[in-house]
């Protein structure tokens, strides 16, 4: 059974950092891809960033220079990195493997101004 634990999320105010992580169980994880996703209160859930198994990121423009997508396949665990957050960053972030439909529980971020 897939399951994917995101933490890390809580209100900062903008221009500041958080770290989020995300545990993956039932899953050969080294062998799959991982992304984020965030959805903003009244939008549709988004793309933020994609790590490949073999540690290649890749992040939506909206995010580039300012968060970092990593992963520990020793762990199996999924990392983002959020610095410079902007009051647009406020979100529900989910954790994703590539290629699969489950969805963790998400953790909240909020920026304050």
């Known amino acids: 059974q897939v399951q994917l634990v995101e933490s890390g999320g809580g209100l900062v105010q903008a221009g500041g950092s958080l770290r989020l992580s995300c545990a993956v169980s039932g899953i050969i994880f080294s062998m799959n891809d991982m992304a984020w996703y965030r959805q903003a209160p009244g939008k549709q859930r988004e793309w933020v960033a994609t790590?490949?198994?073999?540690?290649?990121?890749n992040y939506a423009d909206s995010v580039k220079g300012r968060f970092t997508i990593s992963r520990d396949d020793a762990k199996n665990m999924v990392y983002l990195q959020m610095n410079s957050l902007k009051t647009e960053d406020t979100a529900v972030y989910y954790c994703?493997?590539?290629?699969?439909?489950?969805w963790g529980q998400g953790t909240r971020v909020t920026v304050s101004s």
């Open positions: 790590i490949t198994r073999g540690g290649l990121p």
């Open positions: 994703k493997i590539l290629h699969y439909t489950d």
